[in-house]
């Protein structure tokens, strides 16, 4: 069983950055493909960006590629979204989910595990 815990989160001005956290516990990181994801107020979870579990693969959804990276560092069994040139509509509760798998995809029902979710909140 994974428990993923995530920070981070905060207020911050359209135009700035923030990097959210996830920090992994009770399983082999390494051996988990993780991906955020996140969910507005009334809407559905969106996939936002996926990293293999070896870091050598990385895939974002339109709306923020270019402005957001996911990494990892399994020596620390986390994973990070740094998110830059943050828009208004970005703002949203932020998820990070694993699946054990080399790979994981863009939808939620892929991956097994997720965490309680980090607030974002981008003002105009």
């Known amino acids: 069983q994974v428990q993923l815990v995530e920070s981070g989160g905060g207020l911050v001005q359209a135009g700035g950055s923030l990097r959210v956290s996830c920090a992994a516990s009770?399983?082999?990181?390494?051996?988990?493909?993780m991906g955020w994801f996140r969910q507005a107020p009334g809407k559905d979870r969106d996939f936002v960006a996926t990293i293999s579990s070896t870091g050598g693969n990385t895939y974002y959804a339109d709306s923020v590629k270019g402005r957001f990276t996911i990494s990892r560092d399994n020596a620390k069994n986390t994973v990070y979204l740094q998110m830059n040139s943050l828009k208004p509509e970005d703002t949203a509760v932020y998820y990070c989910?694993?699946?054990?798998?080399?790979?994981?995809?863009?939808?939620?029902?892929?991956?097994?595990?997720w965490g309680q979710g980090t607030q974002v909140t981008v003002s105009s």
């Open positions: 989910a694993a699946r054990r798998a080399l790979l994981a995809g863009s939808r939620p029902q892929h991956y097994d595990y």
């Open positions: 009770g399983g082999t990181f390494s051996s988990y493909a």
